[in-house]
């Protein structure tokens, strides 16, 4: 009879009775690897963050110069998506738009994740006439229409890509500081809030360690939500040429000039059109996927 | 349905309504005479005698609170002013004229969002988990995923450049509206354009409160009693899952308002959201100020139209 001492890890991942131990990131990412929508949109993106980055260092052509190619010049091996009105290469400027609509959309949940989450926490967790001054702002901003304080913003702060960022911030933060808000009422109630207040946890310190981190699920599904909703708001905006001003190529303003000469060269339209729509498709079934993952009350 | 209640709400909305309108123009209105410049001087150089006379005559020359004053005295008569680039051209009249057009074709649009998205969503729902459901739901994400001006652009490429190809001419979309309201062929496919996003959402909503619906104990006594399928779902079923579709109307509506910006724009079709991209970008902002207003008025009256209708659809709401 073979001796045998306590049970290594590997006798315990060998025996299908014991269950292996995970934490709630660890359990998500199973969850999400199972999503292959998820998971392809992932890879997508991860595609597309790569093509961004480069974009800053190396495009195939300049992106600015002119006539590198001919007017309106169809797809072919140089020019793998054509040219533009100006013989401006497509490829290389769908790269950078990329950049331009990742930026935008980021930038514009970093903004909306900072202040939401801010004030979403304080009205939560002390109420009062603190809640009912943010809640009533909250309704005052769903009240009006977003495109429209969008589009008067950008006209009193100016058309640059970081006021944009402002503008579609300013419009969007409500959903993340009501959904923060709503997590912080309930979160505050449960009985380890009430073991850290017992041991004499300031409250910033609940906030901070205690409140915060069990609200993470949720906010990054919003945040992921987030993103495509502000990505679509700039090409809006740059379509009707009220958004990011050229010679910057935002995949809106590239569409609405390639709309000019969509009878000549649909390709114009296309390109920075089917670019725009996958991109969204993209991060809203990550959006799906996460919320399943994360978002256990939320599971269909 | 009309209780003494349903007025008094009635009319506490209504006031609220002007209310906001006001509050919206006084915002613009204020927002706006900060902003460096104006029409006139970013024009060509212009004599100084004549723009004291222009400034003189859209009594730009008086102190803001007086400005002020006499704007929002002109809103209660419903007088949103002149065209600072049309000289003369009273800003209420061509606003009226061009929400009329702006309402043709959102109309139109909400047609085909409640149309086709129920359609989808009742389809999705009878035949759940069969092909027909997983195309039904595909599209519905295909499309809530495709902004408008992409949807748009597909639509003239297939139908203005492919089709007037395919038939030499023959038949295909004419791009550029006709007259003030277009005509009859022209309208399906902006509206479309503007209303399938939305279709999209429609879609996904009735689909699952129908999935809910269906499996209730009335709906099984409606099968057991023996009326055929069809009066099921669309006189029990249907009704029922309604209710859910109505509660996110009021923000279709908006997204419908906001969306004809664009739409507009791309189809030229002469209406408030093409007037409005025109006067920014011209910075006629008597008529930015005025749209504002408008806009505010019309997303008010919708969001109460919408709430009117609750009661319709589901008596046990009361105001």
Not at chain 2, 68 to 84: M, Q
């Amino acid at each position: 009879m073979v001796a045998r001492g306590p049970a290594t890890p590997d006798d315990l991942a060998a025996d299908p009775l014991v269950f292996r131990q995970t934490n709630r990131w660890g359990d998500a990412w199973q969850q999400l690897k199972r999503n292959r929508l998820a998971l392809a949109s992932t890879v997508f993106l991860s595609a597309l963050t790569l093509v961004a980055i480069i974009s800053m260092f190396w495009t195939p052509y300049p992106v600015y110069k002119q006539q590198v190619a001919g007017t309106y010049e169809g797809l072919s091996m140089s020019h793998p998506l054509g040219a533009d009105q100006a013989g401006r290469d497509l490829l290389s400027r769908l790269m950078v738009g990329a950049r331009i609509s990742l930026e935008v959309g980021v930038g514009t949940q970093l903004l909306v994740g900072g202040f939401g989450i801010a004030i979403g926490l304080l009205a939560g967790y002390y109420r009062g006439w603190l809640d009912s001054v943010i809640s009533t702002l909250i309704n005052v901003f769903y009240g009006i229409p977003d495109l429209l304080v969008a589009l008067i913003l950008v006209l009193l702060l100016g058309r640059g890509l970081d006021k944009i960022i402002l503008a579609i911030a300013i419009t969007r933060w409500m959903d993340m500081a009501r959904l923060v808000r709503g997590q912080t009422l309930s979160l505050r109630e449960r009985e380890f809030i009430l073991a850290a207040v017992s041991i004499g946890t300031t409250p910033k310190g609940i906030i901070l360690r205690h409140i915060l981190p069990n609200a993470l699920g949720p906010i990054i599904v919003q945040a992921t939500f987030g993103v495509p909703a502000a990505i679509l708001f700039e090409g809006f905006l740059s379509f009707l040429g009220l958004g990011v001003q050229p010679p910057t190529p935002s995949w809106g303003s590239m569409a609405a000039d390639g709309f000019q000469a969509i009878r000549l060269a649909p390709h114009i339209v296309m390109a920075p059109a089917l670019a725009l729509s996958l991109t969204l498709m993209a991060f809203n079934f990550l959006g799906d996927g996460l919320r399943d993952a994360l978002d256990p009350s939320q599971r269909r | 349905m009309l209780t003494p209640g349903t007025l008094v709400y009635l009319g506490q909305r209504l006031a609220l309504l002007a209310f906001t309108a006001i509050a919206v123009s006084s915002l613009v209105f204020l927002g706006v005479h900060q902003l460096p410049g104006n029409a006139f001087l970013s024009d060509r150089r212009i004599d100084p005698n004549a723009l004291a006379a222009l400034l003189h005559h859209y009594r730009l020359d008086l102190p803001l609170l007086e400005q002020y004053r006499l704007f929002v005295v002109g809103i209660l008569h419903g007088d949103l002013g002149e065209s600072l680039v049309n000289r003369g051209v009273e800003i209420t009249p061509l606003l009226l004229r061009e929400a009329t057009v702006s309402a043709e074709v959102g109309a139109a649009a909400l047609v085909v969002t409640i149309g086709l998205g129920m359609l989808l969503g009742v389809v999705a729902a009878v035949r759940h988990n069969t092909v027909v459901d997983y195309l039904a739901t595909t599209t519905s994400v295909v499309g809530f995923s495709m902004p408008n001006f992409v949807i748009a652009s597909l639509l003239v490429v297939v139908f203005a450049v492919w089709l007037y190809n395919a038939t030499s001419g023959a038949f295909y979309y004419e791009l550029g509206w006709h007259g003030t309201y277009g005509n009859v062929g022209q309208i399906p496919v902006p509206a479309f354009a503007l209303g399938f996003p939305y279709a999209s959402i429609v879609a996904r909503l009735t689909r699952a409160s129908m999935l809910d619906v269906i499996r209730q104990d009335y709906v099984r006594t409606a099968r057991a009693k023996g009326l055929p399928e069809r009066l099921v779902i669309t006189r029990h079923a249907l009704r029922n899952a309604l209710v859910p579709v109505v509660s996110v109307l009021g923000p279709l509506v908006v997204g419908i308002i906001t969306g004809s910006v664009v739409i507009e724009n791309i189809f030229g079709i002469p209406g408030l959201g093409k007037e409005f991209v025109t006067s920014i970008l011209n910075r006629d902002y008597n008529i930015v100020i005025g749209i504002f207003t408008v806009y505010a008025v019309l997303i008010g009256l919708a969001n109460l139209l919408v709430d009117m209708l609750y009661t319709v659809i589901d008596p046990r709401i009361r105001y």
